[in-house]
């Protein structure tokens, strides 16, 4: 049996990720979930947060937005509206946008705005959260 | 018999025509290579999303959801992605011709002005408008698939198509009618040159049932509707991507007519100039041989 996984994610306007990997992190709906290889077949939701990928001992870590995941034995499609290596985050526009968000909320909404504002800024807060936790290191 | 003043009037005229045609197929030219490269670069999600799906429908057996649901009655909806401008050649005409042959019970959605004008004319069931920018957002996307499923889900239509014009190649476009709701089999959206149909079929094979989490209603209510968003999108991408395609060459062909336009008036002045001058040497010679 393969002791790797196939790694794919992509968003609307790009393949942001794929490469072959040993152990994938994603932030699943239901909490936090590990996927190592020869996983039982499982499709999920994730919400706006962190996925580590761990490609040959070394950590790599992505701000990814809502999404689905597909998980066979051997890999792990990631479909997301938002994916964003640690490393290309720039942390002032996140944190403009998440106040541009905050802003926007206090005023009259329609659903679908709502949800579009509701989005953008968990997508903000995601690559804020992120960007500090992993710069400590 | 035009006067020399009149023919250099006319070329004048004609050189400044050019200049906007040739204005605008630049214009179209980039906003074209744009265009194409967003629709390209939505491909990946695409393809993923039907692989997905497409498991997903083989997988889970016991599948269903108001979305997959057939149902016997015959009214159909139909979304018509049209552009918003005209100067694009053939493109709107040959896509309503398609408009116009859904029987007249018909209930129509409409994204872009050429669309609504066209319906609005012949006096079809308009049930909504919309209209999408030059470079589709997915919320505009989202907007219009989430019309058409409430339709759907109220029993207002049994059927929902959309119309729109496929991207070829720069040359060709072609309008289609693709079958949104129900969900059925599920295609791969196109788009861009040299585009290669992918096999859908092939993933999760020999795995087995999948699991959901946290269940299966859950993740495929909100997947299926997600879908149809994203193909609403892909095809508000392609149908731009033929508009810009479409209005460059029409705007080559005009340009090019207005140079040919301007080489022949312009032989044409040259030989009335000519005659004219052929005209005053016999006066003035026939005038010296006169007074000799």
């Known amino acids: 049996m393969a002791n790797t996984l196939q790694l794919q994610i992509v968003t609307p306007d790009a393949q942001a990720y794929s490469e072959l990997v040993e152990m994938v992190t994603l932030p699943g709906a239901e909490g936090e979930m590990g996927v190592y290889p020869n996983h039982v077949p499982l499709m999920t939701q994730i919400v706006p947060g962190e996925i580590v990928v761990r490609k040959d001992g070394q950590e790599v870590y992505l701000a990814v937005g ?55 800024l968990a997508n903000s807060l995601a690559q804020i959260t992120v960007k500090r936790r992993r710069q400590r290191h | 018999m035009p006067s020399t003043r009149d023919i250099r009037r006319r070329i004048k005229s004609v050189k400044n025509t050019a200049q906007i045609t040739k204005a605008m197929q630049m214009v179209a030219a980039s906003k074209m290579r744009k265009a194409q490269q967003a629709a390209l670069a939505g491909r990946p999600y695409a393809d993923l999303m039907n692989k997905v799906l497409a498991a997903l429908v083989t997988e889970s057996k016991d599948f269903s959801h108001p979305l997959v649901e057939r149902r016997q009655g015959q009214t159909r909806c139909v979304i018509v992605v049209s552009t918003d401008k005209g100067l694009c050649g053939g493109l709107n005409s040959a896509l309503m011709r398609d408009a116009a042959k859904f029987e007249p019970g018909t209930k129509f959605i409409s994204a872009g002005r050429k669309a609504s004008q066209f319906l609005a004319r012949t006096k079809r069931a308009l049930v909504a408008e919309f209209t999408y920018k030059d470079a589709p957002s997915f919320s505009e996307a989202r907007a219009i698939s989430k019309f058409a499923q409430d339709v759907y889900l109220k029993g207002e239509a049994d059927r929902v198509d959309i119309l729109f014009t496929r991207f070829v190649s720069t040359l060709v476009q072609k309008p289609e009618t693709r079958q949104l709701l129900p969900v059925g089999e599920i295609k791969p959206v196109t788009a861009g040159v040299g585009a290669k149909a992918e096999e859908g079929r092939e993933a999760g094979a020999g795995w087995g049932e999948f699991l959901f989490e946290p269940n299966q209603e859950q993740v495929l209510g909100a997947l299926l509707p997600h879908s149809l968003n994203f193909q609403v999108y892909q095809i508000l991408l392609e149908a ?22 301007i080489k022949d008036l312009t032989l044409e002045y040259n030989k009335l100039r000519q005659a004219n001058i052929t005209k005053e040497l016999l006066e003035i010679s026939t005038a010296a041989m006169a007074m000799g």
Do not use: Y
């Open chain 1, 66 to 120: 809502e999404g689905f995941v597909e998980i066979t034995g051997e890999r792990v499609a990631v479909l997301t509206d938002m994916a964003i290596p640690v490393d290309q985050i720039d942390e002032t526009k996140a944190e403009e946008a998440r106040q541009r968000a905050e802003a926007r909320l206090s005023e009259q909404l329609n659903d679908e705005e709502s949800a579009t504002v509701h989005a953008s």
């Open chain 2, 240 to 261: 731009k991507a033929s508009e810009h395609s479409a209005r460059m060459v029409a705007m080559k062909n005009a340009t090019d007519n207005a140079q040919q336009f």
